[in-house]
């Protein structure tokens, strides 16, 4: 059973930064890819962005796009989402999830992150 596991959340001011990584516990073979989501109160979570693992390509949602970048360490299953210039509308928990192979569709999930932005 895979397990991804967060961390690095916390509370910045607003245009800060945050880097959050998470490791696919249990993780034993390539996934088809890993992605980053976020909810925030009184939303439904909404995708930030993925990367395919045999590629490296990365996709981000427009509202992140150009302050949010998804990159990974293939060889410990893990991938970091390096926040900037973040704003209070950024504040969620962030969540980190496996795609594998056999669904390509996100099926592992982790327990989430919290960001806060604040001044």
């Known amino acids: 059973q895979v397990h991804p596991v967060e961390s690095g959340g916390g509370m910045v001011q607003p245009g800060g930064s945050l880097r959050l990584s998470c490791s696919a516990s249990?993780?034993?073979?390539?996934?088809?890819?890993m992605g980053w989501f976020r909810q925030a109160p009184g939303k439904e979570r909404e995708i930030v962005g993925s990367?395919?693992?045999?590629?490296?390509?990365?996709w981000h949602a427009d509202s992140v796009k150009g302050r949010f970048a998804i990159s990974r360490d293939s060889a410990k299953y893990t991938v970091f989402l390096s926040m900037g210039d973040l704003k209070p509308e950024d504040t969620a928990v962030y969540y980190c999830?496996?795609?594998?192979?056999?669904?390509?569709?996100?099926?592992?999930w982790g327990q989430g992150t919290q960001v806060t932005v604040s001044s």
């Open positions: 249990g993780q034993t073979d390539d996934p088809h890819s």
């Open positions: 999830a496996v795609a594998p192979k056999t669904t390509r569709s996100f099926t592992y």
């Open positions: 990367i395919n693992w045999l590629s490296g390509n990365t």
